[in-house]
């Protein structure tokens, strides 16, 4: 059985009882101030992790490692990719070489984009689960400089592990689902070239809050599904940090060097979600 429900955390279910999350208080709303407050958490976050040496090599090396897996999966992908697209598409052998070059263009090009999406939210949940044992020291890093933590739903680091694996491809799968639709709404005239891409980055920034704040969350005691909904409440704040995050990402080495920082951001995001609860309001 779990402990008692923690003195600064209303959001979470208990074993005996099956207490929702959904019937706590509302959490705290910061309006549209929230993706700001959010943005500033990541810059807060790899503020103190640049600041903390002794953390450089726990939280580069997962990182690294990740990087180097899904290159090389996705190097192999793109050299591949021709032979790929040829074998999607038989009924193009008998058109002109103009049509069957231009549809099977489109093809790489569509496969291309979503293989590196693909790849950039696997990184993240890749990098997780290698580097388990390494973020938990990170997240209790920062809070204890935030001040403490409640007492810690401990469970052994192979479960930990095999946890982060599983909620990782699920959310990935989720997202890949998604992005799909978003594929399909991406060929529409006018929307694909509005609101395919802006919904893109908020759906894969939403994703990457999800992620980064599950190492927090889950030491109080919540999953996958109500840390969504969690999330969901405060998807502004959400929004903020997901997409600073993905962003920052996209420049050179920042996957490599941003994560550690992220994890640490995302540990100040899921505290301000706790707190929020814990006030009631």
Sequence with gaps: MRPPPLTTVVAYRQVQGRESLRTSPSPVRGGLRDPFTGAACLLRGLGMFATTPALWVLGLLPALLALVALAGLLVGLLLWLPAIVDALTPMAAGWSQVDRSALRLLL???????????????YTALTLAI??????????????????????????WWRAIGRAVRDGLLLVVLTACLGLGLLL??????????????AGVCLTGFALAVELTGTALERRGLGLRDRLWLLWRRRLLALGFGVAVFLLFLLPFGAILGMPGAVAGGTLVARRLVEGMSRGR
């Design 185 to 198: 709404v991406g060929l529409v005239p006018v929307a694909g070239e509005t609101v395919a891409p802006v």
């Design 131 to 156: 580097g388990q044992p390494f973020y938990e020291r990170i997240v209790r890093h920062v809070e204890a400089a935030e001040g403490g933590a409640p007492a810690e739903v401990r469970v052994p």
């Design 108 to 122: 790489e090009v569509m496969l291309a984009v979503a293989a590196l999406w693909l790849a950039i939210m696997s």
